[in-house]
């Protein structure tokens, strides 16, 4: 993935630490949201940047070591009981927060996946489609998903009648077979829509 445009506009105005903000997991019925933000320094040519949802398991793991390695970077997380209590547009916006604040160096300027506003004391745009598109953004969409990726397989370990190893949380046809035999456990959302289906069964499973 070559430098966008807009990368090289905003460097010749003056912003050299560009940070790339993504998430994964907004979807879900259970788990966290994961968010990353990372700068790539000017000399780091990472090869194979992409929208992770674009890369194999393999290759998103090859690159999570490369962007660790090489990027300053900060992961955050909110939990799904953050999600139901706040809401899922707050828990989206504080999560970016917290990657940020858990950046070793702050960042000069943000460009953000998607679209929102955002109360960042920094200067940020966001661009549709930008993990596609940012060199940034697609790093920080393969250190979300990764680390959400391995949260949910864990969980897997600790509730496994529901298959969270499989699915990752998302309202797929074996999660919704799990949620009607055993009901929602600590880690769904209890907020979501689809869940108020699944009212029986145990919520300690």
């Known amino acids: 993935m070559k430098a966008h445009p807009l990368e090289t506009e905003l ?20 788990g966290p949201i994961v968010a990353a933000a990372v700068v790539i320094p000017a000399n780091c040519n990472i090869k194979g940047l992409d929208d992770s949802k674009k890369l194999t398991y393999a290759k998103r793991e090859e690159l999570f070591g490369k962007i660790i390695k090489n990027c300053d970077s900060g992961i955050g997380i909110v939990s799904n009981k953050e999600i139901d209590e706040h809401g899922l547009a707050y828990a989206n916006k504080l999560v970016f927060y917290r990657a940020l604040e858990n950046m070793k160096n702050c960042p000069d300027y943000l460009l953000i ?19 596609s598109l940012i060199r940034s953004i697609a790093a920080a969409s393969i250190l979300a998903k990764v680390v959400r990726d391995v949260l949910m397989e864990s969980y897997d370990l600790m509730y496994p009648k529901y298959g969270f190893k499989l699915h ?6 074996l999660h919704i077979a799990r949620l009607a035999k055993y009901g929602p456990c600590l880690l769904h959302r209890q907020s979501f829509a689809p869940l108020k289906t699944f009212v029986h069964g145990s919520r300690n499973t």
């Open 168 to 173: 990752k949380g998302y309202g797929t046809k």
């Open 113 to 131: 996946d998607g679209i929102g506003k955002y109360t960042f004391d920094l200067p940020y745009k966001t661009v549709k489609f930008g993990d």
């Open 11 to 30: 460097k010749r105005k003056g912003f050299f630490r560009i940070a790339g903000l993504d998430e994964a997991g907004r979807g879900p019925w259970a």
